[in-house]
């Protein structure tokens, strides 16, 4: 069963896709443990839970409640590949919504860093079929 209205999916997967990337802007020694960070953060469990108020955040108000500070401007990240890291950002945000499972649980079981790598050959299965196989290598 969706987590939350399916109304608010596009617009969660693109403010996820922007969150991540500005993850790899800024935060580039320990990206993947700031993601870890935020998908366990009682901040993305209201937004779990369907929270409108959390739903509509912006990726930098989110940021700003992790103490993150980002500029106006910011430089392509040289360590992570940002369509990568956007395709991280669909597979959490699709996974939480179609499974309804916690965001925590999820990055428990399949880490930042692990699904990394797993870009290849997943991202050519659709978003859908991907966070299908995930689900079932991970038993979530």
């Known amino acids: 069963m969706p987590a ?15 969150l991540f990337k500005l993850i790899g802007r800024y935060c580039e020694n320990n990206a993947f443990t700031v993601i870890k960070t935020y998908l366990c953060c009682d ?3 209201r937004m779990d839970e369907g ?16 103490g993150i500070r980002v500029e106006l401007v910011s430089e392509i990240s040289d360590r992570y590949d940002e369509f990568i890291l956007e395709w991280m950002a669909d597979i959490y945000t699709y996974m939480q919504w179609k499974y309804g499972i916690s965001s925590r649980l999820i990055s428990d079981k399949i880490k930042p860093d692990d699904l990394y790598t797993k870009y290849y050959p997943l991202h050519e299965a659709s978003l859908e079929n991907a966070v299908d196989k995930l689900v079932k290598i991970y038993d979530l």
């Open 4 to 18: 939350y209205d399916e109304c608010y999916l596009d617009s969660m997967i693109k403010k996820h896709r922007y």
């Open 51 to 66: 929270n409108p108020l959390y739903l509509n955040k912006t990726p930098k108000q989110i940021l700003g409640e992790m």
């Open 43 to 45: 901040y993305r469990k």
